[in-house]
């Protein structure tokens, strides 16, 4: 089985540039997650969608960032316009039903630099 | 609020020695508690797991975590590194019976293997 795949990997833009990461979750996984982590900080929660709703949103750091889930398969998480604090490492996760019902599975992740 | 501490920012162990990870948790029940690993230029890898039962789990790669919940911690161990074991390591916490399944991250211990 594939596992969890992010594009790009890495990614360097100016400040008030855009940006979009994508994830493409493990086939048939209705939830998927997107967290972030800024260099010495810990792995911080953004959002949950199951299947094509956004299921929380709370740790979402403001209106600059938008994530959409159309279809209910991949995830794309847009930066727009980006800051120099937005410069992290952002994961996807997915999570599916039956025995690994609560166990997330993650990217490699999508290293965000803003310059 | 729930919270995750990892005590430990950076470790350098010898290969061959006995390693040991901290981690306690804030949470006003036992929550469903996770161990993951990221090797450079990896992805979060799940190493292990505790939901119930015997609170000693064994997880991959010869690791185990036991779980106390008198001392709220949910510490990691490997009687014997090995230099690929150098990475971070992340202690986590899920809510039991919560709609999102999102974990809470500890910020993570560094390890290094000295040969």
């Known amino acids: 089985e594939a596992g969890v795949t992010q594009f790009p990997s890495h990614s360097v833009i100016e400040k008030g540039q855009t940006v979009t990461l994508r994830c493409d979750p493990i086939?048939?996984?209705?939830?998927l997650y997107w967290y972030r982590r800024v260099m010495g900080k810990e792995i911080k929660f953004l959002l949950h969608?199951?299947?094509?709703?956004?299921?929380?949103e709370s740790g979402m750091p403001n209106n600059r960032f938008l994530a959409e889930r159309t279809g209910g398969t991949y995830s794309t998480l847009k930066v727009q316009p980006a800051e120099l604090e937005d410069s992290g490492v952002y994961f996807c996760?997915?999570?599916?039903?039956?025995?690994?019902?609560?166990?997330?599975?993650f990217g490699a992740g999508s290293r965000l630099t803003v310059l | 609020a729930q919270s995750v501490t990892q005590p430990d920012i950076h470790i350098t162990v010898s290969e061959g020695a006995s390693l040991e990870l901290r981690c306690n948790y804030s949470?006003?029940?036992?929550?469903?508690l996770f161990w993951y690993v990221q090797s450079p230029g990896q992805g979060l890898q799940l190493l292990l797991k505790?939901?119930?039962?015997?609170?000693l789990v064994q997880g991959i790669k010869g690791f185990e975590a036991e779980f106390k919940r008198s001392q709220s911690s949910f510490n990691l161990r490997k009687p014997s590194v090995h230099w690929s074991d150098a990475a971070e390591y992340f202690c986590a916490v899920s809510f039991r019976g919560g709609a999102t399944n999102k974990l809470i991250f500890g910020t993570g211990t560094l390890l290094a293997v000295q040969p």
């Open positions: 505790y939901f119930s039962g015997d609170t």
């Open positions: 086939s048939g996984h209705d939830n």
């Open positions: 969608f199951v299947k094509e709703s956004k299921q929380d």
């Open positions: 949470y006003g029940a036992t929550p469903y």
């Open positions: 996760a997915s999570r599916g039903g039956g025995t690994g019902a609560n166990v997330l599975t």
